[in-house]
């Protein structure tokens, strides 16, 4: 069974760097094309991609968020862990891993992307305030 | 505002079929798969369809996935109460090298 949980702080204060680590059980952060995937949603708001670690170790960020997230994993460990500096008030969500399948495909005048995200962790519900 | 764009709401009777659009561009939806998932309140998002059309074992077939150009469908037939629910589309973007969500539709169903 593959479960994905999310762990860190409730509570971080403004212009504070947010740590959080998403710890994965029932695959290996080293499948090809399994990758984990951070998404947040703010209360009442929609669903926002954060940040992809590719099974190779390369990375993907939101382009709106790029300067302030890092993302690693540690493969031994079955952890992922997203980092986000200079946090706000406006950062507080629900903070949810997912494990992100990723596959790239070629036909003789493309190429493509297949990627979903098929196991979702229960979510971390993250405050900023002072 | 998201890149893919997905009507805010939509709703049907019980029984009823709906339809949720998510448009998008060439460098997204125009090259690459969709999914879509469902996000019952309270709870974390579940995948409904992936890769254009395809179901997760365990879901029904009254859902349904398709894409043409830049916009991808997701229909559900036999509405039931319990579809209330936010759905949101996904795919890569290949220009920004990064994932990319709808802003998500609320589906009533009356």
């Known amino acids: 069974q593959v479960t994905l949980k999310e762990s860190g702080p409730v509570l971080v204060k403004p212009t504070e760097t947010l740590t959080l680590t998403c710890t994965v059980s029932?695959?290996?952060?080293?499948?090809?094309?399994?990758?984990v995937t951070w998404i947040r949603q703010p209360p009442g708001k929609a669903l926002e991609w954060l940040a992809h670690?590719?099974?190779?170790?390369?990375?993907s960020y939101s382009r709106s968020l790029k300067s302030r997230l890092t993302i690693s994993k540690d493969t031994s460990k079955s952890q992922v862990v997203l980092t986000m500096t200079d946090m706000d008030p406006v950062d507080t969500a629900t903070y949810y891993c997912?494990?992100?399948?990723?596959?790239?495909?070629?036909?003789?005048?493309?190429?493509?992307?297949?990627?979903?995200?098929?196991?979702w962790g229960q979510g971390t519900t993250v405050t900023v305030s002072s | 505002q998201s890149v893919l764009t997905q009507p805010p709401s939509v709703s049907a009777a019980p029984g009823q079929k709906v339809t949720i659009s998510c448009s998008g561009s060439n460098s997204n939806i125009g090259k690459n798969f969709v999914s879509w998932y469902r996000q019952l309140p309270g709870t974390a998002p579940k995948l409904l369809i992936y890769e254009n059309e395809k179901r997760p074992s365990g879901i029904p077939e009254r859902f349904s996935g398709s894409k043409s150009g830049t916009s991808a469908t997701l229909g559900i037939t036999g509405l039931q109460t319990g579809d209330e629910a936010d759905y949101y589309c996904a795919t890569w973007d290949s220009g920004l090298s990064a994932g990319l969500l709808g802003g998500g539709t609320q589906l009533t169903v009356l």
């Open positions: 029932g695959f290996s952060l080293s499948n090809d094309r399994m990758g």
């Open positions: 997912v494990r992100g399948t990723l596959w790239f495909g070629e036909t003789p005048t493309h190429y493509y992307y297949s990627y979903y995200m098929d196991v």
């Open positions: 670690i590719f099974s190779n170790d390369e990375k």
